[in-house]
């Protein structure tokens, strides 16, 4: 996750889609099918100062699905 927290973040090559979707709905699903599943949704500057805040949501596998 520490790739997508840097995506959020900043403006380099890789995160040129999450800054162009400024406005625009971010489903973050984590750990799907398991016992920890969670869907998180938001902005992605929302999303980003959620997973600040809480260290423990960076961890596992993600799926990032931006709203078109």
């Not at 973040?9 to 750990?31: D, K, M, P």
């Not at 969670?38 to 260290?55: D, H, Q, R, Y």
């Amino acid at each position: 996750l520490k790739s997508l927290v840097e995506c959020l973040s900043t403006q380099s090559a890789n995160s040129t889609e999450l800054a162009y979707s400024a406005g625009r709905t971010v489903i973050l699903a984590r750990e799907l099918t398991k016992v920890h599943e969670e869907v998180l949704s938001g902005t992605a500057g929302e999303l980003l100062n959620l997973l600040e805040k809480n260290p423990e949501k960076q961890k596992g596998e993600f799926v990032v699905i931006i709203e078109p």
